[in-house]
């Protein structure tokens, strides 16, 4: 099994990358949900409204090359609006 001594930004596995994006939406005072995954499995017209606003993320493709694995995400902030006002 790896090993990651020196968790640094340029040194860091994908699992320590999520909880890190974890770890940012448990501390902030304004995000209530984190999770992460294909946006294909997330249905927000059910979600409560106790989980906006939300912080999700949804891994990219990873590029690997010699001693080199990029990882991407798109990171998407998202609150509830009520469209029923008038």
Same mark, same amino acid.
């Given at each position: 099994?790896?090993? #990651?001594? #020196?968790?640094?930004?340029? #040194?860091?596995?994908?699992?320590?990358?999520?909880?890190?994006?974890?770890?940012?939406?448990? #501390?902030?005072?304004?995000?209530?949900?984190?999770?992460?995954?294909?946006?294909?499995?997330?249905?927000?017209?059910?979600?409560?409204?106790?989980?906006?606003?939300?912080?999700?993320?949804?891994?990219?493709?990873?590029?690997?090359?010699?001693?080199?694995?990029?990882?991407?995400?798109?990171?998407?902030?998202?609150?509830?609006?009520?469209?029923?006002?008038?």
């Amino acid at each position: 099994m790896a090993q #990651n001594n #020196n968790p640094t930004p340029r #040194n860091m596995t994908f699992r320590q990358i999520v909880d890190t994006f974890e770890t940012i939406a448990d #501390n902030h005072h304004l995000i209530n949900f984190f999770d992460s995954g294909s946006l294909d499995e997330v249905d927000i017209d059910k979600m409560d409204l106790q989980y906006f606003p939300l912080l999700y993320i949804t891994p990219n493709p990873v590029v690997i090359d010699t001693q080199t694995i990029i990882y991407s995400f798109d990171v998407i902030i998202a609150d509830a609006t009520n469209t029923n006002k008038k």
